[in-house]
C-alpha cells in the first residue's frame, strides 16, 4: 500500500488522475504496470479500480444496478457480473440494501458501494482518492480492514488522505508531497524517525525553557504556546528540564506522521 | 492548428454503445411516464391546432390543415426529444451526477461516452417519431406508404439536434445558460420552419436563411413528404444537408466536450 500525503492543493489528485489516464501528463513520463499512459489506456484503465474523492454513483440506478452496469463498462458477461457483484455487496455489507436507490444510502454506504463498484473487474491497482472522507469510525474500521484483506489478496493500493493515523496505519510507503514536488519518500516509521525523531515532548512556551533548549542545543518548534522538542530519547530530554530547568509541566509522546506533515508542509492555511 | 483540433476524427469503438445502453435502462425504468408525451401531445397539437383553428384556416397547398402541421408535429418532437436529452439531459449527467467522470474510469474514453449520448438522443427521437405515427395514421392523417420510412429518418434527424444540443453542452456555463439557445435557436425554429404555415408566407430573405441555417426546416420538408406518400428526388437535397451538417457537428462536438472535460 502506497499513500500520497500533502496539504490541500499539493498535486495528489492531479496525480492520481495522471495514473489513471484522464488528466495529460505535461511533462515527464509516467508508466503503469509497464505501460505508457498516454498510448495504453484502455488495457491501463481494465486493470485498475478506482475510487474518487467526489461519490459518483450512478443516481438513476439502485446499488445492484449500479456494480451490473459498471461491469458492462469492463466487458464482464452477464452471468459472471452476477456472481461477483452478489460477491462484492457480500464484502462491503450492502446485500440488504441491494435494491435501494443509491441517493438514499448514508454517506458510509454510499463510499462502500464505491469501494465494491471499483472492485467489480478485479483490479491490480487501485487507486483511492480520500477514501473514508467524512465516515464514522465504524466505516472507517470496515473499509480499512477491506482494503488490508485486498493487499493480502496481492492487489496494490494506491492512496491519498488527509487522515495521517489512516496512512500510518495502512501505508507500507508514502511520499509527502507539497506544490507538485516529492519531499519525502519512505516507510511511515523511517520517516518519522528522520524527519522528527521517534518521540516528541511538548511544553509550555516560556522563557527560560527556551534558553534551556538552546544551552543543550536540543531540536525545537515553537507553535503559538506550545513548544515542541523532537527527540530520539524523549526520557533524557524530559529528566534533563526537571533536574536542571526545574520545568515540571511537559509530556512526552510518541511522533506521529502527522508532526512530520507539518513540520515538513508547514502550518499556514492552504486555500 | 488550434482550430483544426476541433475537427480532429475521434476513435471510437463499440464502447460508445455501453453509454447508450446504460441511457436506454434509465429510459426503460420510466417507460410509461417516457411514452407519455409523444403519445398525448401529438393528440392534444392536432385537437388545438388541426381541427380547432384549422376550421379558419383554408387547405394549404390543397392539404387540409391538421394534415398539413401532422408531419410537422413529428419533426418538433424529433428535435425536441434529442435536443433536450443532449442539453439538459446530458448537463446534469456531466455536472451534477458524475456520470461521465464515472464512466471514464473504466476502459471507455470520453469521446465514446459523448457519442453515446449523442446516439441515445437520436434514439429517443427515433422512439418518439415511432409512437407518433400511429397517432396520427388513427387520425387519418398520414399516408402509410412511405411512413415507415420517417422512423429512419427521425434517427438521422435526432443525430443532428443531438450534436447541436452537445456543442451547447460543451459551452455552457451553467444549467440556466441552456435556455439561450432554446430562446434564441429552438423556439424560433419551431415556429419558422414551415412548421405551422408554409416558408413561401415569409419574405425571401428569411426563406433562404430558413433552409441555410434552420435544421428543422430540411427535417420538416422530408417528413412532411413522406407523410403525404410522395418520395421525389428533390428531398436528397434535404436529406444531404443534414448527412454533412449532422457529420460536422457530431465531430464539432465531442472535441468540443474532450477540451471541456479533460484537464
Known sequence: ?271 | MRFASYFEIPRISSNAYKVWQRNKDVFMKDIKLNFLPPFLEPILYLIALGFGLGRFVESIDGVPYAQFIAPALISISVMYASFFECSYGSYVRMYYQKTFDAIIATPLTIEEVIAGEMLWGATRSMINATVMIPVIALFGLIDLRYSLLIIPFAFLGGLLFAAIGMCFTAVTPNIMSINYPVLLFITPMFLFSGTFFPLSALPQIIQYFAVAFLPLTHVVNVIRSLGYGILELSLLFDVVWIIIVCAILFVLSINMMKKRLVV
Open chain 1, 1 to 271: 500500500m502506497f499513500g500520497f500525503l500533502g496539504p490541500n492543493g499539493a498535486g495528489k489528485t492531479t496525480t492520481m488522475r495522471m495514473i489513471q489516464c484522464i488528466s495529460p501528463v505535461t511533462a515527464g513520463s509516467l508508466e503503469i504496470f509497464g505501460m505508457d499512459v498516454s498510448d495504453h489506456q484502455r488495457e491501463i484503465k481494465s486493470l485498475m479500480g478506482v475510487v474518487p474523492q467526489e461519490n459518483n454513483l450512478d443516481m438513476d440506478f439502485t446499488v445492484y444496478e449500479n456494480l451490473m452496469v459498471y461491469s458492462r463498462y469492463f466487458d464482464i458477461p452477464k452471468e459472471e457480473a452476477e456472481e461477483r457483484v452478489e460477491e462484492l455487496l457480500d464484502f462491503v455489507q450492502l446485500t440488504d440494501k441491494k435494491d435501494t436507490m443509491t441517493e438514499s444510502l448514508s454517506g458510509g454506504m454510499k463510499r462502500r458501494l464505491i469501494l465494491a463498484r471499483s472492485l467489480v473487474n478485479r483490479p491490480r491497482l487501485l487507486i483511492l482518492d480520500e477514501p473514508t472522507v467524512g465516515l464514522d469510525p465504524q466505516a472507517r474500521h470496515l473499509i480499512w480492514d477491506r482494503l488490508r484483506l485486498l493487499q493480502k489478496n496481492g492487489v496494490t493500493v494506491v492512496l491519498t488522505s488527509h487522515y495521517l493515523d489512516e496512512v500510518e496505519k495502512l501505508c507500507d510507503r508514502l511520499v509527502v508531497m507539497d506544490n507538485g514536488d516529492i519531499l519525502v519518500e519512505g516507510s511511515p516509521s523511517d520517516v518519522i524517525e528522520k524527519y522528527v525523531g521517534s518521540g516528541i515532548v511538548e511544553a509550555e512556551n516560556d522563557p527560560q525553557l527556551l534558553e534551556c533548549l538552546n544551552e543543550r542545543e536540543a531540536s525545537y518548534e515553537v507553535i503559538g504556546d506550545l513548544v515542541h522538542i523532537y527527540t530520539d530519547d524523549p526520557k533524557q530530554i524530559t529528566d534533563y528540564l526537571t533536574m536542571e530547568c526545574s520545568i515540571t509541566k511537559f509530556s512526552a509522546r510518541p511522533a506521529t506522521l502527522e508532526d512530520v506533515f507539518l513540520r515538513l508542509t508547514g502550518r499556514r492555511l492552504r486555500e
